[in-house]
């Protein structure tokens, strides 16, 4: 069981705030200055960490494949899929310049490897985890060698059953590797709301011990912010400069604005969910004694006079006996005249 996973020395499970990843996996179109402002915009945005994603096409897909119906949408649809990849790559030497970018903004840099030699790549810059797109949850040789490498794995689970899910953890742990934060995820980009299913978060989470979070795909952050208050304990948006750009994920993508907001309303909800001890707060402490009541007489009662219950009520101020004494203040007699309204206190009392 390994409940807290850590990256970069940042801890990520339950009671520890919610990692931030900006996707901008392909929205940089293969252009190495559009990635740079993506890192920029994204630690400008709050997140915790910036995720790119590491391929080279040749080695993701034949040269058959067809795109996905998403793609087909977002894209050309005369273009094949590997020939809309090949112009999506980004070399070593840029994924070098973007981890420095990301240092010098203070935000963590990332990337999903889709083969083995980019897992390579990315062990060579000494990237703090690896990131598994959900395509590969079944790709029990890939998560063996990324495994293997010792880092944290932040794994999507889109189009899994739970089934999927156990045999790549166990190919994950095969390899000595614990660390493992699971992503719910539904693989449609956008994906609808009413398809989120997001208490699957706690199956995931009490089936395999491990820390949960949500990829989110849907195009508001409604769902987001439900998942964290649900324990999600990371979170990751696709995040684009423009969603007009071309490119397959654009249209599915957070802008800036949005991904500020996003995180800052996450923060928020963080706030409100506690520690979950029950107790007054300070502000209520100093609210208390305005809004709760206190034992008064209903009418004025003279010395001597047997307590009824009819000349007693409950009124604010709680800065007297509270209204739980009441039983007990009845057949006592008054001990001194007792103005209408005025709180009982036990001085005015005999018996």
């Excluded at 390579?120 to 985890?129: C, K, R």
């Excluded at 709301?193 to 990829?215: C, H, K, M, W």
């Excluded at 599915?252 to 963080?270: D, G, K, N, Q, Y």
């Excluded at 034992?295 to 000349?311: L, S």
């Amino acid at each position: 069981m390994n409940l807290v996973v850590r990256i970069n020395g940042r801890a990520i499970g339950q009671h520890h705030p919610c990692f931030v990843v900006a996707e901008a996996g392909v929205n940089h179109n293969g252009d190495l200055r559009l990635a740079k402002q993506l890192v920029a915009a994204a630690a400008a945005t709050g997140a915790d960490a910036v995720k790119f994603q590491t391929f080279k096409a040749e080695n993701v897909v034949s040269a058959g494949a067809p795109k996905a119906a998403y793609q087909l949408d977002t894209t050309d649809r005369s273009e094949s899929q590997i020939e809309m990849l090949r112009g999506l790559e980004l070399g070593a030497g840029d994924f070098a310049e973007l981890m420095a970018d990301c240092e010098a903004h203070g935000i963590v840099f990332l990337s999903t490897p889709h083969d083995a030699q980019s897992i390579e790549v990315l062990e060579d810059l000494g990237v703090p985890a690896y990131k598994v797109g959900s395509g590969d949850v079944t790709n029990l040789p890939l998560l063996r060698k990324i495994a293997s490498k010792g880092k944290p794995v932040l794994l999507s689970t889109g189009m899994c059953t739970l089934g999927d899910v156990e045999a790549a953890l166990a190919a994950i742990r095969e390899q000595g590797n614990e660390s493992v934060v699971l992503l719910h995820c539904v693989s449609n980009y956008p994906a609808a709301i009413e398809d989120s299913n997001l208490r699957v978060l706690r199956t995931l989470r009490t089936a395999f011990q491990v820390p949960t979070g949500y990829s989110d795909h849907t195009a508001g952050d409604e769902a987001a912010l439900a998942a964290v208050a649900l324990g999600a304990c990371a979170i990751e948006k696709h995040f684009t400069l423009d969603r007009t750009m071309p490119g397959p994920d654009h249209l599915a993508s957070a802008e800036p604005a949005e991904l500020e907001r996003l995180v800052a309303r996450i923060r928020a909800v963080e706030s409100a969910l506690g520690d979950g001890i029950k107790r007054p707060t300070a502000d209520e402490m100093r609210n208390r004694s305005a809004v709760r009541k206190s034992v008064v007489a209903n009418e004025a009662i003279r010395a001597g006079t047997a307590i009824r219950p009819t000349m007693l009520a409950i009124k604010r101020p709680g800065t007297g006996l509270p209204p739980d004494t009441i039983d007990r203040i009845v057949g006592k007699t008054a001990r001194v005249d007792i103005e209408r309204d005025a709180q009982i206190e036990w001085r005015m009392l005999d018996g």
